[in-house]
């Protein structure tokens, strides 16, 4: 079992920056694959990014392609979300995500485990 805990969500300028972070208890952090979703008011969830368990693989939506970076730290059971660039229309609550199973994939509905979100607020 992996339980994940959000932060680093705000309002921002169009243009800024942004650090989210997911902090993970559980002794399966390591070999658990994670990823990052959003969702918008109104909208479904939808993915962002995603990283490997070693961390040597990324994969990112086109959304967030040159604006975003994922990257993890398994000492520290963490994973971040680096957002530069950003937009209106990336806000949106944000929410990491892992998987019990070795592989990645973009489908919300294949990941085991869930934080409770942070929200991000680009202002226009």
């Known amino acids: 079992q992996v339980q994940l805990v959000e932060s680093g969500g705000g309002l921002v300028q169009t243009g800024g920056s942004l650090r989210v972070s997911c902090a993970a208890s559980?002794?399966?952090?390591?070999?658990?694959?994670m990823a990052w979703f959003r969702q918008a008011p109104g909208k479904e969830r939808e993915f962002v990014a995603a990283?490997?368990?070693?961390?040597?693989?990324?994969y990112y939506a086109d959304s967030a392609k040159g604006r975003f970076t994922i990257s993890r730290d398994n000492p520290k059971a963490t994973v971040y979300l680096q957002m530069n660039r950003l937009k209106p229309e990336d806000t949106a609550v944000y929410y990491c995500?892992?998987?019990?199973?070795?592989?990645?994939?973009?489908?919300?509905?294949?990941?085991?485990?869930w934080g409770q979100g942070t929200q991000v607020t680009v202002s226009s």
């Open positions: 990283i490997n368990w070693t961390g040597t693989n990324t």
């Open positions: 559980g002794s399966t952090f390591s070999t658990t694959p």
């Open positions: 995500a892992g998987r019990s199973r070795r592989g990645v994939t973009f489908e919300p509905q294949q990941y085991d485990y």
